[in-house]
T-cell receptor, first 116, second 115 residues
Framework: DTEVTQTPKHLVMGMTNKKSLKCEQH?????MYWYKQKAKKPPELMFV???????INESVPSRFSPECPNSSLLNLHLHALQPEDSALYLC???????????????FGSGTRLTVV | DQQVKQNSPSLSVQEGRISILNCDYT??????FLWYKKYPAEGPTFLIS?????DKNEDGRFTVFLNKSAKHLSLHIVPSQPGDSAVYFC??????????????FGKGTKLSVKP
């Protein structure tokens, strides 16, 4: 299995809702990442988990709450989002806390989030 | 301030010709550079990488050139095919520090290969 699987693919939520994005990989990668990508912009790093511990939080608002239940799973809990949070949320994994020389990160297909 | 810059938002090339995508960077401490390809509604897919100690890496139709003195890299696709039409992101890896191993992406260049 050489994939990163993200669910759901699309999500529409109201500003008072609570929802979660899920990410799963079975490649034995020990680092997992959440990126946010707005239209016509590059992916922007949100969180990094290394060996199931949060190692980087790029000053992300607390309405986004990451969780890493085990080495294969990464969640992003969403609460009280704003319309400007609408974006493509990408999960990625890599071998050892950083991209290898060969293939960098493996990205999932993303969750297209719309906040109404 | 952007550390990785792709100054051409789009590029159009005829099928069979060469596509050249450019990327500039500002941080001389980046140790690896990568190119990702992204189709709409999909995550980025790794294409090719190059270590900062090399000046060329080739994989089939794809070649990446690195000019460290100019802090410039380019991706050459020869021959270009319609299936290559996608957004190409240049990315650089920081070698150490709080963002160790994290990739910094350029804004991307949309390549269109016309039959």
């Amino acid at each position: 299995d050489t994939e990163v699987t993200q669910t759901p693919k699309h999500l529409v939520m109201g500003m008072t809702n609570k929802k979660s994005l899920k990410c799963e990989q079975h490649m034995g990668h020990r680092a997992m990442y959440w990126y946010k990508q707005k239209a016509k912009k590059p992916p922007e790093l949100m969180f990094v988990y290394s060996y199931e511990k949060l190692s980087i939080n790029e000053s992300v608002p607390s309405r986004f709450s990451p969780e890493c239940p085990n080495s294969s799973l990464l969640n992003l809990h969403l609460h009280a989002l704003q319309p400007e949070d609408s974006a493509l949320y990408l999960c990625a994994s890599s071998q050892d806390g950083g991209p290898t020389a060969y293939n960098g990160y493996t990205f999932g297909s993303g969750t297209r989030l719309t906040v109404v | 301030d952007q550390q990785v810059k792709q100054n051409s938002p789009s590029l159009s090339v005829q099928e069979g010709r060469i596509s050249i995508l450019n990327c500039d960077y500002t941080n001389s401490m980046f140790d690896y550079f990568l190119w990702y390809k992204k189709y709409p509604a999909e995550g980025p897919t790794f294409l090719i990488s190059i270590s900062s100690i090399k000046d060329k890496n080739e994989d089939g139709r794809f070649t990446v050139f690195l000019n460290k003195s100019a802090k410039h890299l380019s991706l050459h696709i020869v021959p270009s095919q319609p299936g290559d039409s996608a957004v190409y992101f240049c990315a650089a890896r920081g070698p150490y520090g709080g963002s160790q191993g994290n990739l910094i992406f350029g804004k991307g260049t949309k390549l269109s290969v016309k039959p």
